[in-house]
């Protein structure tokens, strides 16, 4: 079995810290605790509201997040903290109990349109994943059950999860109008009956920790690390309402060449070429002047 690792992660607001799994520990529920008999339901809350300083708990996808009272500073407890939480996963403690995780969730889905044409945006009022992950077959989904079921639809393409939502891409076959009924009905059911989106020792999960990906931008050149920081900043939100992702693949010091790798809606769709040449190409060369030349999609 898998060892787990917890890490932690700083907030915005410095009296909350996350304590972030490399594994599931809900799936979709969201819990939110502020103090020991609040925490009836979940043992590992319970047991850290044994600790003096801790004010109210979250509980959700892969994190635990803890609020401190003013009497510690976070720099002289975290790691014990995280080292208890991590000792508890290991030991196989549960979350929360059976009665209240086995509880069917109430469950909402709406289908919203991207401007790609072969793309719909299925938007739940739950958390599916703790990050990104895209499916372009079946043979890709042994961490994904969920994706796996998707594919068994015939006009189901490709499938891109994160967050909330789900993008699936359809063959030119079908009509969105005959489909998406369809569809956002077995992805309501699905959620509902606590079924996994993701299985917890998937390997992107490891991959996509925070940790994961400082430890893969600090051995990055310092034009690599301004293009991902502008790209955050900028594109990504905007993507991501439309369903899809743009991933930094590389930058090429020598021909002043940027790489991107575009997810979702974003991959194929018929307005990206425009996108990425008249939005994101000249917003680099705007900010980084002389240090970019162009930039190009590596999956189209």
Same mark, same amino acid.
């Given at each position: 079995m898998r060892k787990i690792s917890v890490s932690i992660q700083q907030t915005n607001n410095p009296a909350i810290l996350k304590f972030e799994s490399n594994t599931f520990l809900t799936q979709y529920? !969201?819990?939110e605790f502020d103090n020991i008999d609040d925490a009836k339901d979940s043992a590992i809350a319970q047991q850290l509201f044994y600790l003096p300083f801790v004010k109210k708990i979250y509980i959700s996808g892969n994190f635990i997040a803890i609020e401190r009272?003013?009497?510690?500073?976070w720099a002289d407890v975290q790691e014990e903290v995280r080292e208890q939480i991590e000792n508890y996963l290991n030991d196989g403690g549960s979350i929360i109990s059976a009665e209240v995780s086995d509880h069917k969730i109430p469950v909402t889905v709406y289908a919203e349109s991207t401007p790609n044409p072969a793309v719909i945006? %299925?938007?739940a009022n739950k958390n599916?994943?703790?990050?990104?992950f895209e499916f372009t077959s079946i043979d890709d989904t042994k961490s994904s059950p969920f994706a796996a079921k998707l594919f068994h639809f015939p006009f189901v393409k490709q499938v891109f999860i994160d967050k909330n939502y789900v993008s699936i891409t359809k063959f030119d076959i079908a009509d969105w109008n005959d489909i998406t009924m369809e569809l956002r009905e %077995?992805?309501?059911?699905?959620?509902e009956n606590g079924s996994p989106i993701i299985t917890s020792d998937a390997p992107e999960l490891t991959q996509q920790t925070e940790q994961a990906?400082?430890?893969? %931008?600090?051995?990055?050149d310092d034009i690599s690390k301004e293009i991902i920081n502008i790209l955050e900043e900028y594109v990504k939100p905007a993507v991501a309402s439309d369903g899809g992702n743009i991933q930094f693949e590389s930058y090429d010091a020598a021909t002043k060449n940027v790489k991107v790798i575009l997810q979702g809606a974003c991959s194929g769709?018929? !307005?990206s070429t425009f996108t990425l040449k008249n939005g994101i190409e000249n917003m680099l060369k705007e900010m980084l002047k002389d240090k970019i030349e162009s930039v190009e999609?590596?999956?189209g």
């Open positions: 529920q !969201s819990f009272y003013d009497i510690v500073n945006k %299925f938007v599916l994943v703790p990050a990104m %077995f992805i309501k059911i699905y959620i990906k400082e430890a893969h %931008f600090e051995n990055l769709c018929p !307005s999609a590596v999956n």
